[in-house]
C-alpha cells in the first residue's frame, strides 16, 4: 500500500513557541491531506482538509491563525501549531488520499506533541 | 452531516470467543472503512467497503455492510490476544471527500 511518513514522531516543546509537522506521501501524489487531533482514548477529529495550491478548510471551531496548514507540493502538507500552549498537547495524525487507489486515505505515524 | 457511532465503546472478552462491533451512521456513506489502532500508534486500514451487501474477511476478522440500515459490523471469530486493539469505522463521503470517523470500541481480549 500507499506509504505516508510524518514527521517527527513526538515533539516537546514550550508554550509560546511554535512547532511544524510534516507529512509526505512518499510513493504517491496526494492532492488532498487531512490532518487530525486525537485526545487520549478518544476518536479522531478532523480538523482541517489541505488541498495542494490552495488554502485549507477547516472544521467549525478550529482556529486558522493557531493552525497553519500549507500544501505547497503534491507530496507534503505541514501543520504548524503556532504560539503553542499545553492545552495544544495532543497526538496529530495526517492522512493522504491516493486517487490511484480507489479514494483510500493512508495514515502517517502520527505526531505526539507535548507543550510545556 | 455524517455522523457515526459505535458500540460498544468498550469490549472485554475471553480468547476463543466470538462478538461483533456496530457500527451506524446518519446519512449516506459512499464507503465504509474498519481501521484497527494500538496505543500511542496511527491506524492500520483493515477493510474498505464500497457497497451494500459488501463483506470482506481477513483472518479472524469479517465486516459487512448494509447501506439500507446504514449499519456495518465487524465480527470477531475466536478472538485471540493479539485482536487487543481499539478499533475504528469511518464513513466517508464523496461530496466533501471527508472520512469521518466513529467513536472507536476498545477491544481487550483477555487469555
Known amino acids: 500500500g500507499a506509504v505516508v511518513s510524518q514527521h517527527p514522531s513526538r515533539v516537546i516543546c514550550k508554550s509560546g513557541t511554535s512547532v511544524k509537522i510534516e507529512c509526505r506521501s512518499l510513493d504517491f501524489q496526494a492532492t488532498t491531506m487531512f490532518w487530525y487531533r486525537q485526545f487520549p482514548k478518544k476518536s479522531l477529529m478532523l480538523m482541517a482538509t489541505?488541498?495542494?495550491?490552495?488554502?485549507?478548510?477547516?472544521e467549525q471551531g478550529v482556529e486558522k491563525d493557531k493552525f497553519l496548514i500549507n500544501h505547497a507540493s503534491l507530496t507534503l502538507s505541514t501543520l504548524t501549531v503556532t504560539s503553542a500552549h499545553p492545552e495544544d498537547s495532543s497526538f496529530y495524525i495526517c492522512s493522504a488520499r491516493d486517487v490511484g487507489q480507489g479514494y483510500e486515505a493512508f495514515f502517517g505515524q502520527g505526531t505526539r506533541l507535548t507543550v510545556v | 452531516e455524517l455522523k457515526v457511532e459505535q458500540n460498544p465503546l468498550f469490549l472485554s472478552m475471553q480468547e476463543g470467543k466470538n462478538y461483533t462491533i456496530y457500527c451506524n451512521y446518519s446519512?449516506?456513506?459512499?464507503?465504509l472503512y474498519w481501521y484497527r489502532q494500538d496505543p500511542g500508534k496511527s491506524l492500520e486500514s483493515l477493510f474498505v467497503l464500497l457497497s451494500n451487501g459488501a463483506v470482506k474477511q481477513e483472518g479472524r476478522l469479517m465486516a459487512s455492510l448494509d447501506t439500507k440500515a446504514r449499519l456495518s459490523t465487524l465480527h470477531i471469530t475466536a478472538a485471540v490476544h493479539d485482536l487487543s486493539a481499539t478499533y475504528f469505522c469511518?464513513?466517508?463521503?464523496?461530496?466533501?471527500?471527508?472520512?469521518?470517523f466513529g467513536t472507536g470500541t476498545r477491544l481487550k481480549v483477555l487469555a
Open positions: 489541505s488541498n495542494e495550491g490552495s488554502k485549507a478548510t477547516y
Open positions: 446519512t449516506t456513506s459512499d464507503r
Open positions: 469511518a464513513g466517508y463521503t464523496s461530496g466533501t471527500y471527508k472520512y469521518i
